[in-house]
Nanobody
């Protein structure tokens, strides 16, 4: 299976930046996409950004497009989310997730890293 561990969250003032990291371990070969989600209010997690592991094609939610950048270092099995021009509404617990090939869903999740903008 794939285990994910996030880091890089913290407290930042509006307009600031943070770089979130997600290190994958275990059976990483079968990951189809990697993504970032956030949980701000209630139990729901909203999609923030995603990247196709093989081809590098990217998705961004409209709320973060132009401010956030998703990237990966496959040699290090590490996913990144560069968050710039942070707003108070970006405050959330940020999770990384893996969409494993053939599963049709986001099946593996990290523990989350807190981003607080104030």
């Amino acid at each position: 299976d794939v285990q994910l561990v996030e880091s890089g969250g913290g407290l930042v003032q509006p307009g600031g930046s943070l770089r979130l990291s997600c290190v994958s371990s275990g059976h990483t070969d079968n990951s189809y996409c990697m993504g970032w989600f956030r949980q701000a209010q209630g139990p729901e997690r909203e999609g923030v950004a995603a990247i196709h592991v093989t081809y590098g094609s990217k998705y961004y939610d409209r709320t973060v497009k132009g401010r956030f950048t998703i990237s990966q270092d496959n040699a290090k099995n590490t996913l990144y989310l560069q968050t710039n021009s942070l707003k108070s509404e970006d405050t959330a617990l940020y999770y990384c997730a893996a969409w494993r090939r053939g599963t049709g869903s986001w099946t593996n999740w990290g523990q989350g890293t807190q981003v607080t903008v104030s």
